[in-house]
């Protein structure tokens, strides 16, 4: 029971958003037409129907997380590209450089510590350039 409330909240935050922004929510038509899909294609790829796909493009169906996490599989962008949330279809910092982060965070208090003194020229010199 827990799982279709979350769905429904999630479902609803999204139509919510649709809302506000004027009613866009989602790109899917958009990504279909740009990789030389059509609906069946798509459908095919998402083990659904031509029919569904054509809901989901014309909104009168909402994407469940499962359907938005394929989406973004099959047009290579993020979430927030597909709902409209984004204009820009790549992640904000690369796969490489979150795995960095969250190793970071991960470490012992003592390795951050000696991994920011071990950055800290490089910071100076970083704003050093921005101010030029």
Same mark, same amino acid.
């Given at each position: 029971?827990?799982?279709?409330?979350?769905?429904?909240?999630i479902?609803?935050?999204?139509?919510?958003?649709?809302? $506000?922004?004027?009613?866009?929510?989602?790109?899917?038509?958009? @990504?279909? %037409? /740009?990789?030389? @899909?059509? /609906?069946?294609?798509?459908?095919?790829? %998402?083990?659904?129907?031509q029919?569904?796909?054509?809901?989901?493009?014309?909104?009168?169906?909402?994407?469940? $997380?499962?359907?938005?996490?394929? %989406?973004?599989?099959?047009?290579?962008?993020?979430?927030?590209?597909?709902?409209?949330?984004?204009?820009?279809?790549?992640?904000?910092?690369?796969?490489e450089?979150?795995? @960095? %982060?969250?190793?970071?965070?991960?470490?012992?208090?003592? $390795?951050?510590?000696?991994?920011?003194?071990? @950055? /800290?020229?490089?910071?100076?010199?970083?704003?050093?350039?921005?101010?030029?």
């Amino acid at each position: 029971m827990l799982k279709n409330i979350e769905l429904y909240y999630i479902i609803s935050t999204i139509i919510l958003q649709s809302i $506000v922004r004027g009613g866009k929510m989602n790109r899917i038509k958009e @990504l279909r %037409l /740009q990789k030389g @899909l059509r /609906q069946k294609d798509l459908a095919q790829m %998402l083990n659904t129907s031509q029919q569904t796909i054509g809901r989901y493009e014309s909104e009168e169906i909402g994407l469940d $997380v499962l359907t938005i996490g394929r %989406l973004c599989d099959v047009f290579e962008c993020t979430a927030d590209y597909l709902l409209c949330r984004s204009n820009t279809p790549e992640p904000a910092i690369s796969d490489e450089d979150a795995e @960095l %982060l969250q190793a970071f965070h991960a470490a012992p208090p003592s $390795v951050a510590a000696a991994i920011q003194t071990l @950055l /800290q020229p490089y910071r100076k010199e970083n704003e050093a350039n921005q101010a030029i």
